[in-house]
């Protein structure tokens, strides 16, 4: 019961400190509305263009390939965590799930898809 009342102190204090920062936040900033900041921005480009103006494609590539690394390197946080509890046949997977993740990255790289001049 003990462990229940910490949690229940720790979920007050988390809610409470939240509250204080966004209302700090909210109050103390100092607003300066100007053209850029109150015009559209979307996906890279200027929304208000003609439709059928070319774009950059890298700009939906890069985010693409962040998710994908994103998505892999979730998959890092059970094993750092259970390191203790593993055996060598789970060691050597995430090892080649690695070296395979390192690959796609090189292959990224040298195919031009990770330049951004």
Known sequence: MNNLYAL???VIFSI????L????SFFL???TPNLEKLSAYECGFDPFESTHSNFEVR???VGLLFIVFDVEVSFLFPFTTLN????IYA?????????????????EYR?????FC
């Open 8 to 10: 229940g102190l720790h």
């Open 16 to 19: 409470v400190l939240t509250c």
């Open 21 to 24: 920062i966004f209302s700090l």
């Open 29 to 31: 900033i100092l607003r």
């Open 59 to 61: 700009y939906f590539l």
């Open 84 to 87: 203790e509890f593993i055996d």
């Open 91 to 107: 060691y050597f997977t995430m090892i080649t799930f690695l070296f395979v993740l390192k690959l796609g990255y090189i292959y």
């Open 111 to 115: 195919k031009g898809a990770l330049d």
